[in-house]
């Protein structure tokens, strides 16, 4: 159920142009770290396994496999502590959750490249 008083107060913290990713995209998530008086970015680079929530509690995962160990972190989608998100690669999937790349190991996580149909422009007649 939505609360339209909650979605009011909810969008001074939300984004602007929030980043556009889907499920099985290969993204690169820049987060902002502050370490005293310093800052500085640091960037995590995994495949979405999963999105949820919505307005301000929206969050994603972001899966990679570390010295053969498989590493997740939650992003929420909205936090001013995240820089960037960048897209690298898109993949076809077919689920919304990707809770069965957790089980496979190597070879067995990679996912079918989505590919784009680039329609061609105006074909020249023939004479």
């Keep these: 159920m939505v609360n339209p008083l909650l979605d009011h ?25 502050v370490e005293g008086e310093k800052e500085r970015t640091q960037v995590f680079a995994g495949t979405v396994i999963m999105r949820r929530g919505r307005g301000i509690n929206a969050m994603f995962t972001v899966r ?26 898109s993949a076809r999937v077919r689920r919304a959750k990707l809770y069965y790349l957790r089980e ?10 989505k590919r784009v149909v680039k329609k061609d422009a105006a074909k020249p007649a023939a004479e």
């Design 9 to 33: 107060a909810e969008k001074t913290s939300l984004r602007e142009k929030p980043p556009e990713f889907a499920i099985g995209d290969t993204v690169d998530v820049a987060t902002r770290i």
């Design 64 to 89: 990679r496999i570390v010295n053969g160990e498989g590493v997740e972190r939650i992003f929420p989608l909205h936090s001013p502590l995240i820089a960037s998100v960048t897209v690298k690669r």
């Design 104 to 113: 496979r190991v190597g070879k067995a996580t990679r996912l079918a490249e």
